[in-house]
Nanobody, 119 residues
Framework: VQLQASGGGLVQSGGSLNLSCAAS????????MGWYRQNPEKQRELVAS???????NYGDRVKGRFTISRDNAKNTVFLQMNSLKPEDAAVYLC??????????????WGKGTQVTVSS
């Protein structure tokens, strides 16, 4: 399975971005998918996850601002990010889990897309 993330970029504080992560090589329709973010110190934080049935889970710092969704027919997961803050700046990494659970360990990782938020 290969995961290709896209949609990152530079945005002003309060702005929005929509990230996409497309899977290829094998279907991940029966697996949970989601996003982590990694700061310059290489610390990773769970942003959001979604099961194959559409159940969602969010990190405390993004609740109410970010929305995760998926299109199983296209093997793609999305992350709509609104009201962005400078502290949201990071490399965003998509993943596909080992199982169809919010607590599934990531099995496959995309290369990441950089999000920069100017104040």
């Amino acid at each position: 399975v290969q995961l290709q993330a896209s949609g990152g970029g530079l945005v002003q504080s309060g702005g929005s971005l929509n990230l996409s992560c497309a899977a290829s090589g094998s279907s991940i329709n029966t697996k949970a998918m989601g996003w982590y973010r990694q700061n310059p110190e290489k610390q990773r934080e769970l942003v959001a996850s979604i099961t194959s049935g559409g159940s969602t889970n969010y990190g405390d710092r993004v609740k109410g601002r970010f929305t995760i969704s998926r299109d199983n027919a296209k093997n793609t997961v999305f992350l709509q990010m609104n009201s962005l803050k400078p502290e949201d700046a990071a490399v965003y990494l998509c993943y596909a889990g080992r199982a169809d659970s919010h607590w599934s360990l990531p099995t496959y990782w995309g290369k990441g897309t950089q999000v920069t938020v100017s104040s």
